[in-house]
């Protein structure tokens, strides 16, 4: 990514802040209405960023602010507590909670692309097309500049946390949804052997690997609807 002002940079922590938070409010709260209160009572359920600070200080304030400086880009990590036993007790329910995480950050981009869309319908916004930095863009000094660069960051970042979260493979949120398709049996062994922490390192190579040759052609067809 080119060089960025230091507001942008101090956007795009803002803009990463909330979009954690975000995603790890949804695994809490969709866990507490499945019978999981651990989250709540950690405050987690809840869009004020403090309490998943609190949890995650690295992953949450060193990792983006150190990042931003040497790349640009913030990167970073949060968690959502839970209940073991409740998770093998209820692997649906357990399912449910982790997909809801990378499912928030895409409603965040569909509800973005919407407010883009609308701008340009108004004449508000005009395209800018430049996915990492500024997808539409508004006449300097207006309201509609500020916002086109909000809307952009908000729907890159938020569809870039959905599509790696969403990816299958422990321990992703994605790896979620296998036992939908399975029997408590299955779930339990799958869990047993996904889990441990080399088949997680193997995960995080792959994905590694995988990310840019998904999002990219993803956020480009995403785009389309704008044009």
Excluded at 10 to 30: D, M, Q
Excluded at 31 to 48: C, W
Excluded at 83 to 102: F, I, S
């Amino acid at each position: 990514m080119h060089m960025q002002s230091p507001a942008l940079l101090f956007g795009w922590f803002v803009v990463f802040i909330f979009s954690v938070t975000a995603h790890e409010a949804a695994h809490a709260w969709v866990a507490k209405m499945g019978g999981d209160r651990t989250a709540y009572v950690g405050g987690q359920v809840s869009l004020n960023p403090i309490p998943h600070m609190r949890r995650e200080p690295i992953g949450m304030l060193l990792f983006p602010i150190l990042s931003l400086i040497a790349m640009g880009w913030p990167i970073g990590y949060a968690s959502a507590p839970f209940d073991p036993n409740w998770a093998d007790r209820y692997p649906k329910r357990a399912a449910y909670m982790a997909l809801a995480g990378p499912f928030s950050n895409l409603v965040i981009a569909l509800l973005c692309l919407l407010g883009m869309w609308i701008g340009l319908q108004t004449g508000d916004f005009g395209l800018a097309m430049q996915p990492m930095v500024q997808i539409v863009s508004g006449q300097q000094g207006t309201l509609a500049y500020g916002l086109s660069y909000l809307l952009s960051m908000l729907l890159v970042m938020n569809f870039l946390l959905f599509i790696f979260n969403i990816m299958p493979v422990p321990p992703l949120d994605g790896s979620g949804v296998l036992p939908l398709f399975m029997n408590a049996k299955q779930t339990q062994r799958f869990r047993q052997i996904a889990y441990t922490p080399a088949f997680m390192l193997i995960g995080f190579v792959i994905v590694w690997k995988l990310i840019g040759v998904i999002f990219w052609p993803s956020l480009l067809f995403l785009l389309q609807f704008l044009e």
